[in-house]
């Protein structure tokens, strides 16, 4: 059982920066593909990032690429998401999320077993 626990959320400005941690129980994290999602008031959850086991491999969704980097430390058993440029529409609940068995990121909700709480970022205007 692995169990995800985010940080970092926040109220910043636009244009401003914050860095979202998520930090991971279990022995086998550093097998995992990682991802973050985020999900909007009224929306569906979508996909923000995913990060290969091996941090080897990266994609982004198109809103936030150039402004969002995802990365990880498998000795520590964590991921981070750096986000640059926030935009009001970057307003959401980012959760991060725990794939088995998955050779490269994904971008499919369905892919991830593991979730976690998430953690509120709003941007003003």
């Known amino acids: 059982q692995v169990q995800l626990v985010e940080s970092g959320g926040g109220l910043v400005q636009a244009g401003g920066s914050l860095r979202l941690s998520c930090a991971a129980s279990?022995?086998?994290?550093?097998?995992?593909?990682m991802g973050w999602f985020l999900q909007a008031p009224g929306k569906e959850r979508e996909f923000v990032a995913s990060?290969?086991?091996?941090?080897?491999?990266?994609d982004y969704s198109d809103s936030v690429k150039g402004r969002f980097i995802i990365s990880r430390d498998n000795a520590k058993s964590m991921m981070y998401l750096q986000m640059y440029s926030l935009k009001p529409e970057d307003t959401a609940v980012y959760y991060c999320?725990?794939?088995?068995?998955?050779?490269?990121?994904?971008?499919?909700?369905?892919?991830?077993?593991?979730w976690g709480q998430g953690t509120q970022v709003t941007v003003s205007s």
């Open positions: 999320a725990g794939g088995r068995g998955l050779a490269h990121p994904s971008r499919r909700y369905a892919d991830y077993t593991y």
């Open positions: 279990g022995r086998f994290f550093s097998t995992y593909t």
């Open positions: 990060i290969s086991w091996s941090g080897g491999s990266t």
